[in-house]
């Protein structure tokens, strides 16, 4: 079992519309959430870390985070063509082991 | 203020050589992690080094090692390189674990 899954998509959304980006993860005694995105050919961008439950909003993102169900989530507002990306959720386990999934690809179409 | 920096950006080794890659965290940063990631995949943890200490490692052979400076750079050393170990290194810095930036990667080719 993979400690953190994502749908891989890919994610399709016009030009000013939701994104809206999912994640869940196994091990229950995780406490910190990372999103990242990841241009083709570059290397991951930290966009959000949460580790309370409930939201936290920066800008046009916005990352929830509910243990109960160990799911985390990562919104995007008014989403851009220059948004389209793969974003990646990690998190970190019990074991101070970081754990990536294997991205959703996103694009948003002008 | 400088990023993340990774040296060599690219590298070819014939199998079973050794090769050793190089990361310089962001100034003030003394946590180091690295990973490995293949094509069409998310980034895989290898280790993590906090002030010269090991603090966690991933699922990979014992071919694989690193280490922490004084200075906060790192060393990863790969032994007895195979096909697969071909991939991009991605090492990443941070202050306080809570996010990590990642430097530009080296790109691995084994053949």
């Known amino acids: 079992q993979k400690e953190v899954e994502q749908n891989s998509g890919p994610l399709s959304v016009p030009e000013g519309a939701i994104a809206s980006l999912n994640c869940t993860y196994s091990d229950r005694g995780s406490q910190s959430f990372f999103w990242y995105r990841q241009y083709s050919g570059k290397s991951p961008e930290l966009i959000m870390f949460i580790y309370s439950n409930g939201d936290k909003e920066d800008g046009r993102f916005t990352a929830q985070l509910n243990k109960a169900s160990q799911y985390v989530s990562l919104l995007i507002r008014d989403s851009q063509p220059s948004d389209s990306a793969t974003y990646l959720c990690?998190?970190?386990?019990?074991?101070?082991?970081?754990?990536f999934g294997t991205g959703t690809s996103l694009t948003v179409i002008p | 203020d400088a990023g993340v920096t990774q040296s060599p950006t690219h590298l070819i080794k014939t199998r079973g050589q050794q090769v050793t890659l190089r990361c310089s965290p962001i100034?003030?940063?003394?946590?180091v992690s690295w990973y490995q990631q293949v094509l069409g995949q998310g980034p895989q943890f290898i280790f993590q080094?906090?002030?010269?200490?090991?603090?966690g490692r991933g699922n990979f052979p014992d071919r694989f090692s690193a280490r922490q400076f004084p200075n906060y750079s790192s060393e990863l050393n790969v032994n007895a390189l195979l096909l697969g170990d071909s991939a991009l290194y991605l090492c990443?810095?941070?202050?306080?674990?809570?996010?990590?930036?990642f430097g530009s990667g080296t790109r691995l080719t084994v053949v």
């Open positions: 990690a998190g970190m386990n019990t074991g101070n082991q970081f754990y």
């Open positions: 100034s003030g940063h003394k946590s």
């Open positions: 990443a810095s941070s202050f306080d674990s809570r996010g990590y930036t």
């Open positions: 080094y906090y002030e010269k200490e090991e603090r």
